[in-house]
């Protein structure tokens, strides 16, 4: 199965990054894109065939190494 | 005094802070690859500044799970004095030895350049030297200084006496000005400034070999 593994900052945690891109996008003439906030996506193969499992071991490694729990959050997505 | 440094793929204060060691203890520190799982006895271990792991996923994120950190983790949760310093205290903040994280700093510039820095407090075996109120002048080099915890988190720090080491003019953004932190042990120091680049004046400042001098004594 597939692992789409998503980790925004969380709120309150100040994001320069995304307060640059909201600049930028501005200058663009984009008008009302507000709250800018960037993240990172992670993609994975699991040799779990069963969504429950793969998820679980998808949330592991999440909180042992992909997200850092002081500053991020994740979100799981489990693709066929 | 034995000290031993660990090196990390893309440290690149390690020899400095070996040189600051040597130049503190009269002898050569070891210097301990990430990838060994056994620590050497020592009485001061240092996890050196740098780019390890070339700060993939964040900063600090990767050393903080390599096979040597585990010996390293144990080594602090039995007592032994152990100082990161920049990617250092990035790396410690990622092991859950100190409290916290560095975000990338609020301006986004990567700053370089020396910072005065008042020390908080003295009762730690890393700041026993000095008196409180005391400055200090070292040099910063990071992009991923801004130190970040919640603010019981960081009411909690400034409670315990934990915060060490304040910036007088945040480069960083960081919270509260901290710069350097004690763990809940005392036996752990972060700092996100370079007290090993100024232990000469031959370099800028001896400002450094003070900070080492004081923690060698404190030690042994």
């Not at chain 2, 040597?68 to 410690?92: M, T």
Request: one cysteine or more; proline letters at 5%; glycine letters at 10%.
């Amino acid at each position: 199965m597939k692992a789409k593994i998503t980790i925004t900052l969380k709120n309150g945690v100040l994001d320069p990054q995304g307060a640059a891109i909201e600049n930028a996008l501005a200058g663009l003439g984009f008008d009302g894109a507000e709250s800018v906030r960037q993240g990172k996506v992670i993609e994975m193969k699991l040799a779990e065939t069963d969504e429950a499992a793969a998820r679980a071991k998808a949330e592991e490694m999440c909180k042992k190494l992909l997200a850092n729990p002081v500053m991020e959050n994740f979100a799981i997505e489990i693709l066929a | 005094m034995k000290s031993a440094v660990i090196v990390f793929p893309a440290s690149n204060c390690d020899r400095d802070i070996a040189v600051a060691l040597e130049q503190a203890t009269g002898k050569k520190p070891a210097m301990v690859w990430h990838g060994e799982t056994d620590l050497p006895d020592a009485d001061f271990y240092a996890l050196p500044g740098g780019f390890s792991y070339g700060d993939y996923l964040r900063a600090g994120a990767m050393a903080a799970k390599s096979p040597i950190l585990r010996a390293v983790i144990d080594k602090a949760k039995s007592g032994a004095p152990l100082i990161g310093v920049c990617n250092g205290f990035q790396i410690l903040c990622e092991t859950g030895l100190l409290p916290g994280v560095l975000l990338r700093n609020a301006n986004l510039n990567f700053v370089c350049r020396t910072v005065t820095l008042k020390v908080e407090n003295t009762q730690s075996m890393f700041t026993s030297g000095y008196s409180k109120g005391d400055y200090v002048n070292f040099p910063v080099a990071h992009h991923d200084g801004n130190y970040f915890a919640d603010d019981e988190t960081l009411d909690r720090l400034e409670g315990e006496g934990r915060v060490s080491l304040r910036y007088v003019d945040n480069p960083n953004g960081s919270a509260r000005n901290i710069a350097g932190l004690i763990s809940d042990g005392g036996n752990v120091m972060g700092l996100m400034p370079h007290p090993e680049r100024v232990i000469s004046p031959l370099l800028g400042g001896a400002d450094g070999a003070a900070f080492f001098k004081n923690i060698v004594e404190a030690v042994s």
